[in-house]
């Protein structure tokens, strides 16, 4: 049955006038629902009503933070050019803290796609105002401050413990409180059970509009649109940092099949109907390939690695 | 009363011919899946997603509330006949409902979970219309101090309502919480039990385990008893319909099982099961015949299918107040109404009431759809049990594999199936009861994590866990839910505790 129908596409295709055209299989190595899954079936529409691609199939491999799709991507795809993956921030730290034997350095990063910023805030009854308040707290007794944020060595614990440093604390002393989402950490700090939340700003988006939380700082590098809060830079807390997205392509690609694909890619973040989905789900577009991603996806992972060892995740 | 206009105007959105259209596909669709073991509601909602992207947010959000409701009856229908619980919610449905469909009451429970879920479902929904804000200020009262309270409660109700032998029950409990152990660590993130296997890394499914102690431990016991060859399943005995009997003793356990899975429901760290589990065990002390509990007593059908549906209307209170989603379906709903660019959230009420009450509204027309779609299936449903035993057990088999393997398509986990499967044989043939096994899997991670957030937040200090008067009275529940039975024992009823628990798998 599967057969027949790869021949069916196989003859559509060819009918089609773009002969050129590839079938795009996409992995996300997480359970449906969450961003990663959906940015590839965001991507699955796109290419196709875009005409960039006929056939995009999308397929899940839950677990571990993405270390376990990556193993299984690394391994079957290896050499395929009509294989790609999703990954993003969260994976550089699940891989480092799971030993995981795969590392990001096995596949070929196409683009970064999307990101989101993380949001620092307070209970809206809370007596800290802004962030010089939370970080003399934290001075006076890092222990005092509880963090409530999303699973240990995620972006919202790194964050934590890069603030921390970045002031001057122990991030060993940071006291991180993990929930199991962004959803489950929103009520402990609507209830007043933590003393700050850090997350993605579209988890606390509502929340912060209605008035029911403070938001003291965001972790862009200059002031977004539309958001009332200082960086945590113009507070006087050199961090910036950004929870995003990339595709990825197969293992051992030759240079003509890995532009090949980084154009396709280009063409659909180009797009219209691209920018379109972003806007709906509220992600910023950081759209960035070539020379300029791989720098900045080392640098992530250099700078990941050396906080996640001083929190003391990873040996 | 504004809320009864505003719901008036709600039902006006319901009851556009294409909005029924959508809340019928949605129940049909959510039925189906819910009888596949494995494959969930929430996974059906994400592979819908793309497909409503064209349609309009009234529509899809209708759809995908009729997929939910109908998911959380549809598994119930496999737990009664199959004894394979196709939702973890519906693992205790399996306990006594099954017991019943082998005595030929197959009909009778099954309409009591039908009726019950009907019930439930309609006054949760009205619950979630009218009384949303004090519900989720109640919720947010939870803290991890709060949650640790409630799980040590359901940890005692539901072990002192298993097995005739503590000793057993206690064993069998912590084969459940060390299965709990396997995987990451949320607040260190380092893997525990693990062995370096990447498919253990995030912890044994609840349903794998649930399919494999009772649907395929079951078959093994069956195909090693030698009497098998002549005890037979009566498919039907009696009406298919239920007795006044029946109905007599289903309308409390309904009411019961909603008052307490609405609120469970509606907190962000409750979850379906241990509204089940509450309910169960509240059941089983209240029964006028405790002794039938264990060889298919209605009440613990009623109780149990009325929580889980309450709970579900439960989910969408957070969900639609906070815009704070405590399920993968009500997380991928969520997603749903962020693709419209509508921000479920303390001004979704005010935003947009038009679509919130017309949710509220296709609610109560999918629950009504539901009861009429399932009603008249129960006699057709019931056949199942006419198959041959041989055939019947083997297709047991071919669908629990098939459900397994369909949501994880890994060998890994068809080994741990059939490993577990194994495990269950043995505790069966051992007389070790299987529900606490899958109880403590399902409630020993929660306890865990909230105990150590609470101890967290107050760097360290125990006395965090008895200082709301919340977690007092909990722990106090908890405390009088073990006494009880052992002060009953030294007066000299204890046999007919030892009844009510024997032969409960």
């Known amino acids: 049955m599967r057969k027949l129908l790869f021949a069916l596409a196989g003859v559509v295709a060819m009918s089609a006038a773009q002969a050129s055209a590839t079938d795009y299989k996409i992995m996300a190595p997480a359970a449906p629902g969450g961003g990663w899954d959906q940015t590839a079936r965001a991507m699955q529409t796109v290419l196709q009503d875009e005409k960039i691609s006929n056939s995009v199939q999308v397929t899940n491999v839950p677990g571990a933070g993405g270390a376990i799709g990556i193993a299984q991507f690394v391994n079957t795809a290896k050499g395929d050019p009509s294989q790609l993956m999703i990954s993003g921030f969260v994976m550089v730290g699940a891989l480092l803290t799971n030993n995981s034997p795969v590392t990001l350095d096995q596949v070929t990063p196409i683009a970064r796609l999307t990101g989101e910023y993380e949001a620092l805030v307070v209970p809206a009854n809370s007596d800290i105002k802004d962030m010089a308040g939370l970080v003399e707290k934290l001075k006076a007794d890092p ?39 962004g959803g489950e950490a929103l009520a402990a700090i609507l209830g007043g059970q933590v003393t700050a939340g850090i997350s993605g700003y579209g988890e606390f988006e509502s929340q912060i509009k209605a008035g029911q939380l403070r938001l003291i700082g965001i972790s862009s590098d200059e002031r977004l649109e539309g958001i009332d809060a200082p ?61 300029a991603f791989a720098a900045q996806l080392k640098q992530d992972i250099d700078s990941t690695t050396a906080i996640l060892k001083e929190i003391g995740l990873v040996k | 009363m504004d809320t009864f206009l505003l719901l008036g105007q709600g039902f006006l959105v319901a009851f556009e011919l294409q909005n029924l259209l959508y809340a019928l596909i949605g129940v049909t669709l959510g039925t189906a899946v819910g009888v596949l073991p494995g494959i969930g509601p ?119 309502a298993f097995g005739d032998s503590t000793l057993r029950g206690l064993t069998a409990l912590f084969i459940g919480l060390t299965l709990g152990l396997v995987g990451i660590d949320l607040q260190t993130g380092q893997a525990r039990l693990a062995f370096g296997i990447p498919d253990l890394l995030d912890g044994i499914e609840v349903t794998t385990l649930a399919v494999a102690m009772f649907a395929v431990g079951e078959t093994l016991s069956v195909a090693a008893s030698k009497r098998s060859a002549d005890e037979k399943i009566e498919p039907v005995k009696g009406s298919v319909w239920m007795s006044r009997e029946d109905w007599s003793r289903s309308w409390k356990p309904w009411l019961r099982g909603t008052a307490i899975g609405f609120p469970i429901g509606a907190m962000p760290a409750g979850g379906a099961e241990i509204g089940t589990f509450l309910s169960y065990s ?44 405590t399920t993968a379906t009500a997380a991928i709903m969520l997603a749903g109404f962020q693709q419209f660019g509508l921000q479920p959230g303390p001004l979704l009420f005010a935003n947009n009431p038009q679509l919130v009450w017309g949710l509220i509204a296709s609610l109560l027309v999918a629950n009504l759809m539901l009861l009429v779609l399932n009603l008249p299936l129960i006699g057709l449903w019931v056949r199942l049990l006419s198959i041959p ?117």
Do not use: C
Request: proline share 5%; aromatic share 8%; hydrophobic share 50%.
């Open chain 2, 282 to 325: 509240v059941e089983k002390q209240l029964a006028r015949k405790p002794e039938e509990f264990g060889n298919g007593a209605i009440e613990g059908v009623a109780g149990p299918e009325a929580a889980n549906n309450a709970s579900a209307a439960g989910t969408l209170v957070p969900l639609l107040t906070l815009g704070l989603p």
């Open chain 2, 389 to 505: 035993k041989p055939w019947l057990y083997a297709g047991i088999l071919v669908f629990a594999t098939l459900g397994t393997v369909g949501a994880n398509p890994s060998s890994f986990e068809l080994g741990m199936l059939l490993a577990f499967g194994l495990l269950g044989y043995l505790l069966r043939r051992f007389g070790y009861p299987i529900a606490p096994v899958v109880v403590g899997l399902i409630l020993g991670p929660l306890a865990e994590q909230q105990l150590r957030r609470a101890l967290a937040i107050s760097q360290g200090d125990p006395t965090v866990l008895v200082h709301s008067p919340i977690a007092i009275v909990l722990l106090l529940l908890a405390a009088a839910a073990v006494i009880v039975p052992l002060i009953l024992r030294a007066r000299g009823k204890g046999k007919v505790l030892a009844q009510l628990a024997a032969d409960e798998d």
């Open chain 1, 143 to 181: 222990g005092s401050v509880s963090w409530g944020g999303g699973s240990a060595g995620g972006t919202d614990h790194i964050t934590a413990g890069l603030i921390a440093k970045a002031v001057g604390v122990d991030p060993t002393k940071v006291n991180y409180i993990a929930f199991s989402g």
């Open chain 1, 231 to 291: 960086t945590f830079k113009e507070s006087g807390v050199d961090v910036a940092i950004q929870n995003w997205r990339m595709v990825a392509a197969a293992p051992g690609l030759s240079d003509e099949q890995k532009a090949a694909v980084g154009a396709d890619v280009e063409k659909m973040a180009q797009s219209d109907a691209w920018k379109k989905i972003l806007a709906d789900k509220g992600w910023a577009d950081t759209y960035l390939a070539g020379d």
């Open chain 2, 42 to 160: 929430a996974l059906t909602v994400a592979l819908l997603l793309p497909v409503t992207y064209k349609l309009d947010p009234a529509g899809s959000l209708i759809m995908f509330a009729g997929i939910y409701y109908g998911g959380m009856y549809g598994g119930s229908t496999t737990s009664i006949l199959l004894n394979t619980p196709g939702e973890s919610a519906s693992i205790v449905t399996a306990l006594e409902g099954n017991k019943m469909a082998r005595k030929g009451r197959g009909g009778p429970a099954l309409a009591t979970s039908a009726i019950g879920s009907f019930v439930a479902g309609l006054i949760a929904t009205m619950g979630l219309a009218l009384i949303a804000p004090t519900i989720v200020r109640f919720a947010l009262s939870f803290g991890p101090a709060e949650y640790f309270a409630l799980m040590v409660l359901a940890f005692m109700t539901v072990s002192a």
